[in-house]
């Protein structure tokens, strides 16, 4: 099973391979904790467009297809491009052959390893295709679990679990682009530590077959193409461990074959367990009902006090999930977790659950030491309506053994003044880092200093706070500066719902046309931020920051000191 310390690690790669600077791993993982629909709360739940840290391994669910991208890197362009066009022009694509691990799409409820799997192989059976719609379909079975897509939809079968995960609403994608997205970023680049050796011609199957061997680390794959075609024709892979030389996987490619009726019909079974993810509206619908479960079991088993930690039952998890009030109003729920793939981290706690836009809990005034930031919690958190914010945050911290203290002191504020010019139209705003051009369109949601990740137009209030959401988000030192907003300039008015029948209708009718002032959010985090976004605010606004020293409350977080 592919685990999240696995797809850490292949960040960690996929940072060196692509050459940009270090720590690739922790800065995508923040940027998607970041970008979640849960807030502080309470709150709403928010529709974003979400780059998960699974995505970036999406290929590797046929057994390392991100390797055989990189493989096609290491070639020239010109055979890069050959393959490419070989691949978009088949009409079916089969991968057959075996694996020794097992790929999930929803990975946390699988079975535990009783052996470290050496010798077992999982049958693998993939079929890509275009469907009568003109969708791109697909049927990948690895062992017990079975996945299909049609277009935008993906169900998923685990046999071995009986579990059915659905999720709608996704980007659907043909298989010349599902094999080689990839490949497109590392196509003009060396991976370090590479090496590559041809291992000549042989015929097979009344075919000329063109092979190379490539080795990285303890890892090595061969790769054999069609002389012709320039179509793959197999690709493995070995891993050295500690007790030797393990063959991962093995994989041989067909074209142009018919779809069997089988497979092209295939319905997962009906399952008592189901999970949801993506768009799919039941992704709302699970989270609501956990609420409703919670809300009758505390009339039968009334928790000790006003606060308690409930841990999640069997590891539950939920792709969507936000604070909601029990149906009889007298408690919140608040979910302690991140989503179905992460749990939530103490850093995470206080970025998306404690900290606020405004008042005594801003974003910037929490001081937590380093060594607790990877602290991980799994529950509900449950507290009695119109309990103060600090006896719930005691009880989340208790449970490490941790405590909040507040101490006053010095802290540097940035007032933000406008100089009094006309903004411009929010489409002529220059983003601080420009965007990558690819076919013309710009490249967003990318994760650096400086470059847009809200994905969409902001308002003036929007983007000083997301600076202070921002600056402080990773180390939490309560030692950067806090914006105050002084500019004078116009807001958004609240949200009616007698007058809109949604909250996008009010944003793109009302928020758009006359607030928004960019088309994204710079996401500036950490001290090296500061003179960059100075720049930027003074360039394309007119606004400045006067720098003062105040008096401030911030909250710091350390161990349980016994006799306080």
């Not at 790769?223 to 197999?234: G, I, M, T």
Request: hydrophobic share 40%; net charge neutral.
């Amino acid at each position: 099973m592919i685990t999240p310390e696995t797809i850490e690690n292949g960040l960690a790669q996929l940072g060196d391979e692509l050459g940009t600077q270090a720590g690739l791993a922790q800065r995508v993982l923040d940027d998607i904790r970041s970008r979640q629909t849960l807030r502080p709360f309470p709150t709403r739940p928010e529709r974003h467009v979400l780059f998960t840290r699974r995505s970036l391994v999406a290929a590797s669910a046929l057994g390392g297809m991100v390797s055989l991208a990189g493989w096609w890197s290491l070639t020239s362009a010109t055979l890069y491009a050959r393959v490419l066009e070989a691949l978009d022009g088949a009409k079916t694509v089969h991968v057959s052959g075996w694996s020794r691990e097992v790929f999930r799409k929803w990975p946390l409820e699988a079975p535990l390893k009783t052996t470290d799997g050496a010798d077992v192989r999982h049958t693998v059976d993939a079929w890509y295709w275009t469907d009568a719609p003109k969708e791109p379909a697909s049927y990948e079975k690895f062992g017990p679990v079975v996945v299909v897509r049609r277009g935008g939809s993906l169900r998923e079968y685990q046999d071995d679990v009986k579990l059915l995960f659905v999720s709608d609403g996704g980007w659907p994608k043909n298989y010349a682009e599902r094999f080689s997205a990839l490949a497109e970023h590392l196509k003009t680049l060396d991976a370090p530590g590479l090496s590559k050796e041809k291992l000549g011609t042989r015929s097979e199957g009344g075919r000329t077959l063109s092979g190379w061997q490539v080795t990285q680390g303890n890892r090595l794959e061969e790769f054999w193409l069609d002389a012709k075609s320039d179509l793959p024709v197999r690709f493995a892979r070995w891993s050295n461990r500690p007790e030797g030389k393990v063959h991962v996987f093995d994989l041989t490619f067909s074209f142009d074959e018919p779809v069997p009726t089988t497979v092209a019909s295939y319905e997962p079974p009906e399952a008592e367990t189901i999970r949801y993810g993506g768009s799919n509206r039941n992704a709302d619908l699970a989270w609501r009902r956990h609420v409703q479960e919670i809300g009758l079991r505390l009339q039968d088993q009334p928790i000790p006090g006003r606060v308690a930690l409930l841990p999640r039952e069997n590891g539950k998890t939920f792709s969507l999930q936000w604070t909601l009030p029990t149906p009889d109003g007298k408690f919140w729920v608040v979910p302690l977790d991140l989503d179905q793939y992460q749990r939530l981290s103490l850093r995470d706690f206080f970025r998306l659950r404690a900290a606020t836009t405004a008042g005594e809990r801003i974003h910037g005034t929490w001081r937590v030491p380093l060594e607790f930031h990877g602290l991980e919690l799994r529950h509900d958190l449950v507290y009695a309506d119109g309990t103060a914010w600090q006896e719930w945050m005691q009880a989340v911290l208790g449970h490490f053994g941790l405590e909040l203290v507040d101490v006053v002191e010095q802290h540097i504020v940035w007032i933000a003044r406008h100089d009094g010019r006309k903004l411009k139209p929010w489409k002529e705003v220059n983003p601080s880092v420009p965007y990558i051009i690819k076919n013309g369109k710009e490249v967003k949601g990318l994760v650096a200093p400086g470059i847009g990740h809200m994905l969409r137009p902001v308002t003036m209030e929007e983007l000083l706070n997301d600076f202070n959401a921002e600056i402080d988000s990773r180390e939490l030192t309560a030692k950067l500066p806090i914006l105050v907003d002084e500019t004078g300039l116009p807001k958004a008015p609240a949200f009616d719902p007698q007058t809109h029948k949604s909250g996008q209708e009010f944003f793109d009718m009302v928020v758009k046309p006359n607030y928004c002032v960019a088309s994204d959010s710079p996401l500036f985090q950490g001290a090296t931020s500061l003179a960059m976004a100075r720049e930027w605010y003074a360039r394309e606004f007119g606004i400045t920051f006067a720098e003062e020293q105040r008096p401030t409350t911030i909250h710091l977080v350390r161990r349980k000191q016994n006799g306080d």
